[in-house]
């Protein structure tokens, strides 16, 4: 999945996706994706913690 980092962060988009094929997606909206987390809290640490790794990939690889 993608989109996450926005969604948690409340902040714009930061990346862009792109498919090598053709496929079907499944988007989840703002509203909804909080909706989600409210009712689901477990997914809400899941979702910050998979976007905290992914921010400390991001920024380990600008540094080089």
Do not use: W, Y
């Amino acid at each position: 999945f993608f989109g996450e980092m926005s969604l948690v962060s409340n902040q714009p988009r930061s990346a862009t996706v792109r498919s090598l094929r053709s496929c079907d997606l499944f988007v989840l909206d703002g509203d909804d994706f909080h909706r989600i987390v409210r009712d689901f809290p477990e997914a809400e640490a899941e979702f910050k913690r998979i976007a905290l790794e992914r921010q400390a990939a991001n920024a380990a690889r600008a540094e080089g």
